[in-house]
């Protein structure tokens, strides 16, 4: 049963492990035993799927003791029916489809170097659920109006900066387990807040007070979405061609400011993590021929 659940990532497959596993221990029983009833053989045959049955049942309490979440719970929430997705698409539209395109970033490159692509696009779709409380205070959710021309540079920072511990909290309040908060906790690490830290520069204020208190990450997954989120912000509306640059630089300047000191990517790994954020910004990047015809 437990060689057969290990890549279940839906109901249905853990129920398939379980009939796989009744169906070997009838087999079993049949064969192997000696003065066995088609009793002894039918309740070896069920022990299976009372078996899948009773994982799931047990499985919530389980991710809740460890505070991780299977991988059965990961794909649930990559659902857009769930709640906090559903108020992310309402609220914050921006925010929902910058966290969607994060995602695909970091599964990509999560595969690249061997690490769980399930995680980290799930990582990637709920790092910035903390900005469901002020929306309208983040680039993506603006049109028009921008609440950071009333405000002072330092003001700004303490509202951007509330994003990350507003998260940290609603994703508790929504069951988020451990595993996926520390996305939400890391995915800004101590980076500096450039456009705010250039405004208060003006008034005599320095870099440093314009950085991110938050913790490093300290996995590849992790490091990979806060990877993805810097470049899916900064390539968002650029050429193809200039694609290439703006990745290396990016993840360049992440590496050298220290971001990435914790995590265990190697420098093989960040040549893999470039090649395959790449190639995604590429097909998000498609254009249409010029002279495609329209509608009609």
């Known amino acids: 049963m437990v060689v057969l659940s290990r890549r279940a990532r839906r109901g249905r497959d853990l129920m398939l492990a379980g009939l796989g596993a009744g169906l070997a221990g009838a087999i079993g029983a049949a064969t192997l035993g000696q003065g066995v009833t088609p009793i002894g053989v039918g309740a070896a045959f069920l022990s299976?799927?009372?078996?899948?049955?009773?994982?799931?049942?047990?499985?919530?309490?389980?991710?809740?003791?460890?505070?991780?979440?299977?991988?059965?719970?990961?794909?649930?929430?990559?659902?857009?029916?769930?709640p906090l997705l559903e108020r992310l698409r309402s609220e914050a539209?921006?925010?929902?489809?910058?966290?969607?395109?994060?995602?695909?970033?970091?599964?990509?490159?999560?595969?690249?170097?061997?690490?769980?692509?399930?995680?980290?696009?799930?990582?990637?779709?709920y790092h910035d659920i903390g900005k469901l409380l002020r929306p309208q205070f983040f680039a993506e959710n603006q049109s028009g109006t921008n609440p950071h021309e009333d405000l002072a540079p330092s003001m700004s920072k303490v509202v951007l900066a509330s994003h990350v511990k507003d998260g940290v909290e609603l994703g508790r309040r929504?069951?988020?387990?451990?595993?996926?908060?520390?996305?939400?906790?890391?995915?800004?690490?101590?980076?500096?807040?450039?456009?705010?830290?250039?405004?208060?520069?003006?008034?005599?204020?320095?870099e440093d007070e314009f950085r991110y208190d938050s913790p490093l990450p300290d996995t590849k997954e992790t490091a990979i979405v806060m990877l993805a989120d810097s470049v899916e912000a900064y390539a968002r509306g650029r050429e193809r061609d200039d694609l290439a640059e703006l990745v290396e630089r990016v993840i360049e300047d992440r590496r050298r400011d220290g971001q990435l000191d914790r995590s265990p990517l190697t420098l093989g790994d960040l040549a893999?993590?470039?090649?395959?954020?790449?190639?995604?910004?590429?097909?998000?990047?498609?254009?249409?021929?010029?002279?495609?015809?329209?509608?009609g």
């Not at 059965?72 to 029916?81: D, G, I, T």
């Not at 921006?94 to 595969?111: K, P």
């Not at 451990?178 to 690490?189: E, Y």
């Open 174 to 206: 929504y069951g988020l387990r451990g595993d996926i908060i520390k996305f939400v906790a890391t995915h800004h690490g101590t980076t500096v807040m450039r456009y705010f830290s250039q405004r208060g520069a003006a008034q005599g204020l320095s």
């Open 48 to 82: 299976g799927p009372a078996s899948a049955l009773l994982i799931w049942a047990v499985l919530p309490l389980v991710e809740r003791a460890v505070d991780r979440t299977s991988p059965l719970s990961l794909v649930e929430l990559l659902n857009p029916a769930h």
């Open 272 to 295: 893999r993590i470039k090649r395959s954020f790449l190639e995604v910004l590429q097909g998000m990047a498609h254009r249409r021929a010029k002279d495609y015809p329209p509608p």
């Open 93 to 125: 539209p921006g925010t929902y489809y910058h966290s969607r395109d994060v995602a695909a970033l970091a599964e990509a490159a999560a595969r690249a170097v061997g690490a769980d692509p399930l995680l980290a696009a799930v990582g990637g779709l």
